[in-house]
């Protein structure tokens, strides 16, 4: 299954490296949490964008020195009920202040898409085709509004939706 961003199929620019794979000369690159510590001083330096694939096991903070040079987030989802990496994304977007991509990866469904845009993934890697991409675009958009404060890329975590709507039309 392709990248999905905003409800659309894109190309993805990363191509992830496995640990014994030479770094290209340029390029952007995806890395194991492992080699992005073992390897930073040359990767912050490498001709293209450099992101990380963060296990849902490690604390959250431990990403604080290399977010800078940190143009992806990936965060893997090994089962559907595996709810860890939301809790990391949340932290992440909100307490580590995080703006670039970060993308769901692994065993996600479109029922899910909303609930995660919520905590803060823009980008979703599914595992499998088991679904068409008609589900993934219409569970992209099919919810408007929501009762919880969720983020919001331009503005950071915001208001729960529904509520504010209900007191703007009391005013």
């Known amino acids: 299954m392709p990248l999905l961003r905003d409800g659309e199929t894109v190309e993805d620019g990363f191509i992830t490296l496995d640990d014994e794979m030479p770094l290209p000369e340029k390029g952007d690159v995806i890395v194991s949490w492992e080699r992005l510590q073992a390897e930073f001083e040359t990767l912050k330096r490498h001709a293209g964008g450099l992101g990380v ?22 965060l893997p989802f090994a ?35 909303a609930f995660m845009r919520q905590v803060g993934f823009d980008a979703f890697a599914p595992r499998s085709d088991r679904y068409p991409l008609e589900a993934w675009q219409r569970a992209a958009t099919a919810m408007s509004v ?18 504010e709507q209900r007191r703007l039309r009391r005013s």
């Open 79 to 113: 089962s559907f009920t595996d709810g860890r990496a939301y809790s990391l994304a949340r932290i992440i977007r909100s307490r580590l202040g995080y703006k670039g991509e970060l993308r769901a990866a692994g065993d996600v469904l479109p029922d899910q898409i």
């Open 146 to 163: 929501s009762y919880q404060s969720g983020y919001v890329p331009a503005h950071g975590y915001a208001p729960a939706e529904i509520f």
């Open 53 to 74: 694939q963060f296990p849902v096991t490690e604390e959250p903070d431990a990403l604080g020195p290399y977010l800078a040079a940190i143009k992806v987030i990936v």
